[in-house]
Structures are given as C-alpha cells and as structure tokens.
C-alpha cells in the first residue's frame, strides 16, 4: 500500500512558476513509475507527466513540453513538478499517481487506469 500526498498548489498569476511535491510512504518507492495529471472543472483528467524509476527518462504531455518539469527523489520518496511560465489554462486540481512496475513511452506514462494510487490532489490556480 502506498499513500500519496500532494503539496505546493496555490494561486499564481499568469507567467509564474510553483513547486508542486508528492511525498509518498513505504519504503519501495523506487519500484514505482510516478505521474502527474490534472484536472479542470468539467473536464476528463488529462496527463501531464510522468517519470521512470530511476529518473532516467521522463514524458511530457504537449501542454507541458518546454514548462513543466518532472523529478524524483529516491531517498526521500518524493516526485516533483516544477511549473514555469504558467497560463491560466493550467489552472485545475493536480495528482500524483504510483504505477507498481515501469513506464516505457509517453504512451505506457500517459494511461491513468495503469496507475495503481493516486493522491488526493493539490488546486493550483493561474490568474490571468
């Protein structure tokens, strides 16, 4: 079992960053592949990143490609999202999510029924 907690959400006007953290218990933390995704106010969840478990290779979905930045910390149990140049349009409730096992391609990051736990969720809010 593993529980997951997000940290780091806020409000932010348009052009500015957040530090969005995800602790996680237990100690087998690096057999888990991690992901961040999102979701706006009647809109599906919708992929934003994700990380192998070793850090050693990251995917990105188009939104976030050249803004946003996917890390982990092994010895702390923790995955990151560094957001820059934030738009409005980022605004939604962000998760993190552990998937037991690897993620291989965009495609295996990007698919959330995958993931097997998933945190409660951190608002970040980007005004204009």
């Known amino acids: 079992q593993v529980q997951l907690v997000e940290s780091g959400g806020g409000l932010v006007q348009a052009g500015g960053s957040l530090r969005l953290s995800c602790a996680a218990s237990g100690r087998t933390f690096s057999s888990y592949a991690m992901g961040w995704f999102r979701q706006a106010p009647g809109k599906e969840r919708e992929f934003v990143a994700a990380?192998?478990?070793?850090?050693?290779?990251?995917y990105y979905a188009d939104s976030a490609k050249g803004r946003f930045t996917i890390s982990r910390d092994n010895a702390k149990n923790t995955v990151y999202l560094q957001m820059n140049s934030l738009k409005p349009e980022d605004t939604a409730v962000y998760y993190c999510a552990a998937k037991l096992g690897e993620v291989y391609s965009y495609y295996s990051g990007s698919y959330y029924p995958s993931y097997d736990y998933w945190g409660q969720g951190t608002q970040v809010t980007v005004s204009s």
């Open positions: 990380i192998r478990r070793s850090g050693s290779s990251t």
